[in-house]
């Protein structure tokens, strides 16, 4: 790698100080780290800004100015550190069907798998709220439960489809195809998700951060707060409301916030 990431900045930012060489216990404890530290938020977006996915723009945003960011940030600069240490991460493109039917679903996800001795296993540090908080192992079937959420993981049809357990039942979150796809693919992606007009990250405000005990949630002015398994629900009062939860829950300050313009809040001042 002609410009490798300061792989020490990274662990400090992600509380990491394990031994890393390439094995499951490394994945398993980076990534479960990397999801706790770096928080999923689309605020760039909504501020007019473009998605750079350039490792050194990644590595400024996310590491140093310790912002959070989404899906193809997330997993970008996951798949360097991985390559960095030695792990030969693939990365896959995928349809978000956790609200949109598939045929209206673009491929606008991005995940990884990670072949290891003990057999190949997902990683999808970017998918906000619904995270995969471990390795799934990349089997037909394959369920994983990691602080108190199951995923399993499910092939039909010439798909794989990742899933959660709601209650009983298990809701499909994406599916993909899982062929390997080229960085052109997600600056594509990347750009749709981030430009067009009817693309969620340009209507709406989403965040979401994990704490030691539970998480916060964004979604417009309606805010989560999931506290030791008790749920707390409460609404933005204006962005300067929002300007205090970031440096409060979110770990970082950013006073452009306070111009933030979100197009499914047209009212709000």
């Not at 609200?99 to 057999?119: I, Q, S, Y």
């Not at 707390?232 to 916030?257: C, M, T, W, Y």
Request: glycine share 8%; charged share 25%; net charge negative.
């Amino acid at each position: 790698m002609a410009n490798p990431l300061d792989l020490d900045a990274y662990f400090k930012r992600i509380h990491f100080r394990a031994p890393t060489p390439p094995t499951l216990a490394t994945l398993s404890g980076l990534l479960a780290a990397h999801i706790r530290r770096i928080p999923f938020e689309n605020l760039d977006v909504l501020l007019g800004r473009p998605i750079r996915l350039e490792l050194e723009a990644l590595e400024r945003k996310l590491v140093h100015e310790r912002r959070g960011g989404y899906c193809f940030e997330h997993a970008t600069l996951f798949a360097a550190v991985l390559e960095q240490l030695g792990f030969r991460p693939v990365a896959h493109s995928a349809r978000v069907v956790l609200v949109t039917p598939r045929p209206a679903a673009p491929r606008t996800h991005m995940f990884l798998t990670v072949p290891l001795d003990e057999g190949t296993f997902l990683v999808d540090p970017g998918f906000g709220g619904h995270a995969p908080r471990a390795p799934i192992p990349f089997l037909d079937g394959a369920e994983v439960t990691a602080r108190g959420e199951t995923h399993r993981l499910a092939r039909g049809g010439g798909e794989w489809t990742l899933k959660i357990k709601t209650g009983q039942d298990f809701a499909d979150l994406w599916m993909s195809t899982a062929e390997p796809e080229n960085p052109i693919d997600f600056e594509l992606g990347n750009h749709w998700v981030a430009t067009h007009p009817s693309s969620a990250f340009v209507n709406r405000l989403m965040m979401r951060a994990f704490t030691d005990d539970g998480r916060v949630s964004v979604m417009n002015r309606e805010v989560t707060i999931e506290h030791h398994g008790e749920l707390r629900r409460s609404q933005l009062a204006d962005r300067h409301a929002l300007r205090k939860l970031l440096i409060d829950d979110f770990g970082f300050d950013l006073p452009e916030v306070e111009r933030l313009r979100v197009p499914m809040l047209p009212d709000w001042e």
